[in-house]
């Protein structure tokens, strides 16, 4: 939740392969108050069954940028793995990119949304609401 001191994420995974929402990706919160500071980790959480990450850090007072690691190879991987049972190797890596790092700005006293539109061999963001 946003205060007028402090902004506040939230995000999730939509997998653009198949249409539906990537449960299990693990999600780094990292956050720092200026360009020339420091990044510091305040935590992590997974998506649900939705796709989305609920349980994201607060961020603390004075945030101006903020960057969310999604770890998404082991999520590929597992994919993978599943579709291998029922049909024949497609190809020899569940994901061209094992993580992808969104880095973005923000100002206190409003939300932002930082959607993930992914699939195998690429990835979009946007900020959405």
């Given at each position: 939740?946003?205060?007028?001191?402090?902004?506040?994420?939230?995000?999730?995974?939509?997998?653009?392969?198949?249409?539906?929402?990537?449960?299990?990706?693990?999600?780094?919160?990292?956050?720092?108050?200026?360009?020339?500071?420091?990044?510091?980790?305040?935590?992590?959480?997974?998506?649900?069954?939705?796709?989305?990450?609920?349980?994201?850090?607060?961020l603390p007072e004075?945030?101006?940028?903020?960057?969310?690691?999604?770890?998404?190879?082991s999520y590929f991987?597992?994919?993978?793995?599943?579709?291998?049972?029922?049909?024949?190797?497609?190809?020899?890596?569940?994901?061209?990119?094992?993580?992808?790092?969104?880095?973005?700005?923000?100002?206190?006293?409003?939300?932002?949304?930082?959607?993930?539109?992914?699939?195998?061999?690429?990835?979009?963001?946007?900020?959405?609401?």
């Amino acid at each position: 939740m946003s205060t007028a001191t402090t902004a506040s994420v939230s995000t999730h995974i939509l997998d653009t392969s198949i249409g539906r929402p990537a449960e299990g990706v693990a999600i780094s919160l990292a956050a720092r108050s200026g360009r020339d500071a420091g990044w510091v980790t305040l935590g992590g959480s997974a998506t649900d069954a939705d796709g989305r990450c609920k349980d994201l850090p607060a961020l603390p007072e004075g945030t101006t940028h903020v960057r969310l690691d999604f770890e998404v190879e082991s999520y590929f991987d597992k994919k993978q793995a599943e579709a291998q049972q029922d049909a024949p190797r497609v190809r020899d890596s569940g994901a061209f990119f094992p993580e992808v790092a969104i880095t973005f700005a923000v100002v206190p006293g409003e939300h932002f949304h930082v959607p993930l539109l992914l699939n195998p061999f690429g990835y979009s963001v946007y900020r959405g609401s």
